[in-house]
């Protein structure tokens, strides 16, 4: 029994309602912003030359707008805001101190959450660099990009080394953590950083 046109039709129609057969939703947006821009220029193009000018003036004090808010927000505009704010302000609002980063990360060791104080270790020991160097701290820096920034000593280098295995690396020993951490105290409690 063969199919009737009308079956063939309807098949054929589902066929391609499928989603391989559909247009991709990057091309719809493509296609729906070239319609937009033609009914815009359509509705530009009926106006007067003084209105299209106003209209064109219009747009243009927008973009400068725009374009001041992004200037704004460039990181030399943040360097421009925190200028002579020396390292960090101290107290509660700005965080606790590398002392007090210790401290943490043994209260950390004595929970057994010792990848996580492998972590608070290493930040204690870029939190003392930056101190020492009058660099404002940078939450958003990960320890690598810190060690490239601060171009610290042969030392501090090699213990961004060290609290990165013991962070990331095969499982952490509560003794090499202990060892690291006594270094770290007297890190950040002594001036004098690791040759």
Do not use: Y
């Not at 319609?35 to 030359?49: Q, Y």
């Not at 064109?56 to 460039?74: D, E, M, R």
């Not at 606790?96 to 104080?117: E, Y």
């Amino acid at each position: 029994m063969e199919a009737s046109d009308a079956e063939i039709a309807a098949r054929l129609r589902a066929i391609l309602q499928r989603d391989e057969f559909q247009p991709k939703v990057a091309d719809r947006a493509w296609a729906n912003l070239g319609h937009w821009i033609e009914a815009i220029l359509r509705r530009f193009g009926g106006l007067g030359l003084v209105i299209r000018l106003l209209v064109l003036g219009g747009c243009v004090v927008v973009l400068a707008l725009i374009a001041g808010w992004i200037w704004s927000l460039l990181p030399r505009g943040a360097a421009r805001r925190t200028r002579g704010a020396g390292s960090r302000p101290r107290g509660d609002a700005a965080g606790p101190s590398p002392q007090g980063l210790v401290a943490i990360a043994r209260a950390l060791m004595a929970k057994g959450a010792l990848r996580d104080a492998a972590r608070t270790l290493q930040h204690a020991i870029l939190l003392a660099t930056c101190e020492e160097q009058h660099v404002p701290w940078r939450p958003a820096l990960a320890d690598w990009e810190w060690v490239r920034l601060l171009r610290p000593s042969d030392g501090i280098v090699a213990m961004t080394r060290h609290t990165e295995r013991l962070a990331f690396g095969p499982a952490p020993s509560r003794e090499d953590l202990e060892a690291c951490a006594e270094k770290v105290q007297a890190l950040v409690v002594s001036e004098g950083r690791p040759r």
